[in-house]
């Protein structure tokens, strides 16, 4: 089927604001993460879900993120009363299982804060 | 932390040439892999090799693993333009629950 996609493409807010950003995996796929990439910076984990659970919360950066996943599909992670410093961008993988198994990403979100 | 390190950050070749690669780690691992990236967007899998693995082909790649080592490195061959991009590695370790954690990556010219 379709690939991982993610909602919207990019996305300019002004700082306070809440965003709040989707992540569509690939159907059937039990597994989904969350990763942050600033810019020419490697992948920051945030979060992960298996089926709609998300056991560990302690990547995200602070209490203004927080994520929810329904039906084992759609995520959101929403970011609360935005600053400069969550410009980057957020990708969205899922997998079939959570076991270290491959990762297919969406083409991520482009979040700028002014 | 079990993070792969890419080593080196950046590698500028001609066309026709080869690039290596290489990722280290730290912790006991299931398998690592290997992941392009163009223009800061989302990722693409390349290859994966699994811990009792030490050397795994893809049309013009090749991955080697050195469990005794904790590295790994990525081969291309034969490189194209096309080939630039950043190119990452992410561990799935061998304890706790298995996300990946990823290098910050070789940024990859390869110049016509």
């Known amino acids: 089927g379709a690939g991982v996609s993610q909602s919207p493409s990019n996305k300019v807010t002004e700082k306070g604001k809440d965003v709040e950003l989707r992540c569509d995996p690939i159907?059937?796929?039990?597994?989904l993460y969350w990763y942050r990439q600033r810019l020419g910076q490697g992948l920051e984990f945030l979060i992960y879900?298996?089926?709609?659970?998300?056991?560990?919360k302690s990547g995200l950066p602070s209490d203004r993120f927080s994520a929810e996943r329904t039906g084992e599909s759609v995520s959101t992670l929403t970011i609360q009363r935005t600053q400069q410093e969550d410009s980057a961008v957020y990708l969205c993988?899922?997998?079939?299982?959570?076991?270290?198994?491959?990762?297919?990403f969406g083409p991520g979100t482009r979040l700028l804060v002014l | 932390s079990q993070q792969g390190e890419e080593d080196p950050q950046a590698l500028s070749i001609q066309e026709g040439e080869n690039a290596t690669m290489n990722c280290s780690y730290k912790t006991s691992i299931n398998n690592l892999q290997w992941y392009r990236q163009n223009s800061g967007r989302g990722l693409v899998h390349l290859i994966l090799i699994r811990s009792n693995e030490r050397e795994k082909h893809s049309g013009r790649l090749r991955v080697t693993l050195d469990t005794s080592k904790k590295s790994s490195s990525l081969l291309i061959t034969a490189s194209r333009a096309a080939d630039t991009a950043s190119y990452f590695c992410?561990?799935?370790?061998?304890?706790?629950?298995?996300?990946?954690?990823f290098g910050k990556g070789t940024m990859l010219l390869v110049s016509p």
């Open positions: 159907s059937g796929h039990t597994a």
């Open positions: 992410a561990v799935s370790s061998a304890s706790g629950y298995s996300t990946l954690t």
């Open positions: 879900f298996q089926g709609n659970s998300a056991p560990d």
């Open positions: 993988a899922s997998s079939l299982v959570l076991r270290g198994e491959t990762q297919y």
